[in-house]
């Protein structure tokens, strides 16, 4: 078991805690995803910079995970295309980690990263795709068209929400870890492969 440790490369622009330093429940939080990964995921590290905005960030990312109508293989889709858009480096590195594990596919999240368009998905979960990256691109674009499209392809509206709320989410994340430099941990490099 891996003791947790915050890495003082997670991120360039800004300085990264000491763990002994950080609140209770944010030292808990950490220990909780080491002892679960293995290693200390650089974006707790980073996100400890700021504990207040680290409670906010993880508790909404784990509504997200936790309770929806999508499966956790699109949700990881989602963030993977939306990430490969946006060219976050950190987010295209862990989350497409975390695809290749929970889709079983060693190929699905470089192909999302590359040009999501030319993934090798059902027409279902390319029209949530769709969606997805016009949401990201161009959030004055998506009309009631694109919600008829995904539900006529099987989305129920909890589901065609949860799509919104993971691509608003990682928007929100991607630009974080870019202002910052977050930096992927090289255990996520070669996960799932």
Known sequence: MADPELDDDAMTRF???????LPEDLRSRIAEETEQAGFTPNVFSAFAY????????????DA????????????????VA?????????????????????????????????????????????????VAVKLTEHPDRVAEADLER????????????????????FNLSNRMAMFADMRPNAEFHTMGR
């Open 15 to 21: 300085s990264v805690p000491d763990f002994e330093d």
């Open 50 to 61: 700021k504990p207040s905005h680290f409670r906010a960030f993880f508790e909404y990312h």
């Open 64 to 79: 997200l995970v936790d309770d929806t109508a999508l499966d956790r293989e699109e949700v990881e889709m989602l963030v």
């Open 82 to 130: 939306v990430s490969g858009r946006n060219h976050c480096y950190y987010c295209n590195v862990a989350h497409g980690a975390l695809l290749r594990i929970y889709s079983g596919n060693p190929e699905l999240a470089d192909q999302l990263v590359a040009n999501y368009r030319q993934a090798d998905v059902s027409e279902k979960r390319m029209a949530m795709l769709d």
């Open 150 to 169: 995904l539900a006529e392809v099987g989305y129920s509206a909890e589901a065609m929400w949860d799509i919104a709320a993971v691509t608003a989410f």
